[in-house]
């Protein structure tokens, strides 16, 4: 288990039964004394990247739920720090954010590929010292961030990717039900 940090996985415990979390995994993007922010990984919507910004014409990227907060707000996680101006480094070979339109340039010219760049609607945040107490109460589970987990395809199919990472103690938990008193 590693602690909360930018480029750290937070994956939901199998029972976590908050409807905005339920068998999620949040890619964190900061994590510090005043609050921590990160984006939902796995909570693909219904919309294409056209579909919500008009300057994205001819884009039929997936745009997926970053989490409940400021859902007015468009984020993005790629693995094109040398070629997005701005961006900002979480691990190796993912980055955050960076100059929109350089991006949706990038993307027009062939430059970037769609398979190396997820977009998200608004985000997860925590107040300070929030996430520390839901870690204490072993709501999540966390490990390392890696390409594979960010951009798995299906996008349905990263929480049970992330658990695998994490080893065969962990890999059983893809099998719980949500609700085990249901059994």
């Known amino acids: 288990m590693e602690n909360p940090a930018p480029g750290i996985l937070l994956i939901a415990e199998p029972f ?3 409807p905005n979390f339920t068998r999620t995994v949040i890619l964190l993007t900061e994590h510090q004394e005043s609050g921590s ?11 294409s990247l056209e579909d919500l910004v008009p300057e994205a014409a001819g884009l039929k990227l997936p745009v997926y739920s970053g989490g ?5 707000t468009l ?5 094109y720090p040398d070629l997005i101006p701005g961006s900002r480094r979480l691990v190796d070979g993912l980055s955050w954010g960076g100059d929109f339109e350089a991006t949706l340039s990038l993307l027009r010219s062939g430059e970037l590929t769609p398979e190396g760049i997820r977009f998200y609607i608004g985000y997860s945040g925590w107040s300070g010292g929030q996430l520390d107490a839901e870690m204490e109460g072993k709501t999540w589970l966390t490990v390392g961030a890696s390409r594979q987990v960010v951009f798995h395809e299906p996008a349905s199919g990263i929480w049970k990717e992330a658990l695998r990472l994490m ?3 962990y890999e ?4 719980f039900p949500i609700d085990p008193q249901l059994n």
């Open 75 to 79: 984020h993005f996680l790629h693995r």
């Open 172 to 175: 059983i938990m893809t099998n």
């Open 37 to 47: 922010l990160g984006f939902v990984l796995n909570k693909p919507l219904e919309y």
């Open 68 to 72: 409940p907060v400021q859902t007015d």
């Open 16 to 18: 976590l039964k908050d």
């Open 167 to 169: 080893g065969k103690e």
